[in-house]
T-cell receptor
Framework: SQKIEQNSEALNIQEGKTATLTCNYT??????LQWYRQDPGRGPVFLLL?????KEKRKERLKVTFDTTLKQSLFHITASQPADSATYLC???????????FGTGTKLQVIP | EADIYQTPRYLVIGTGKKITLECSQT?????MYWYQQDPGMELHLIHY???????EKGDLSSESTVSRIRTEHFPLTLESARPSHTSQYLC??????????????FGPGTRLTVT
């Protein structure tokens, strides 16, 4: 069966360090993968998209990698800040046409 | 700020009542989605639409129904609410075309409690 897995346990890191979150998928061959941020009680907000032919994508302090051989995407936040504390979701396009499946999300806590 | 709106934001209602959750977007997006999310849990797609008069069921079975008579409007209806329907409902929309994977814009959500 198709699965998208992210670390279910919360990730706690010290302010200023780099946070790395993992998204693993099975039985998908996605052409695209997205990352979103979700704050408590609110809808997710889009952060980055990466295509299968892109190994890496950057936006300010954010970096995403996409390894289609390992079936994994890594999401990095450098110089993390307490304001980065949130749940981060990866999402894959599936079902042949624009049906989006979200991962379980990883909660990040940046400690001052 | 995304131009996608949901009303009501909070709703407490008794078992057996019929309810409609409203979702509207002003971005002219063809694709719209409804997700269900319990606190601290993952998003589950319950309905989606490619455009006017098109609706499909998502991955999570839901007793709700949707309609898409206008591009900007995608309401979700529960004919008879039950306590098991208590959850947060999130509406989203995205562009379409070209086989690309466009970002989804989410509304603020409706937190539904059925007593």
């Amino acid at each position: 069966s198709q699965k998208i897995e992210q670390n279910s346990e919360a990730l706690n890191i010290q302010e200023g360090k780099t946070a790395t979150l993992t998204c693993n998928y099975t039985n998908y061959s996605p052409a695209y993968l997205q990352w979103y941020r979700q704050d408590p009680g609110r809808g997710p907000v889009f952060l980055l998209l990466i295509r299968e032919n892109e190994k890496e994508k950057r936006k300010e302090r954010l970096k995403v990698t996409f390894d289609t051989t390992l079936k994994q995407s890594l999401f990095h936040i450098t110089a993390s800040q307490p304001a980065d504390s949130a749940t981060y979701l990866c999402a894959i396009l599936s079902g042949g046409y624009q049906k989006v499946t979200f991962g379980t999300g990883t909660k990040l806590q940046v400690i001052p | 700020e995304a131009d996608i709106y949901q009303t009501p934001r909070y709703l407490v209602i008794g078992t057996g009542k019929k309810i409609t959750l409203e979702c509207s977007q002003t971005m002219g997006h063809d694709k719209m989605y409804w997700y269900q999310q319990d606190p601290g849990m993952e998003l589950h797609l319950i309905h989606y639409s490619y455009g006017v008069n098109s609706t499909e069921k998502g991955d999570l079975s839901s007793e709700s129904t949707v309609s898409r008579i206008r591009t900007e409007h995608f309401p979700l209806t529960l004919e008879s609410a039950r306590p098991s329907h208590t959850s947060q409902y999130l509406c989203a929309s995205s562009e379409s075309g070209g086989g690309a994977f466009y970002e989804q814009y989410f509304g603020p959500g409706t937190r539904l409690t059925v007593t």
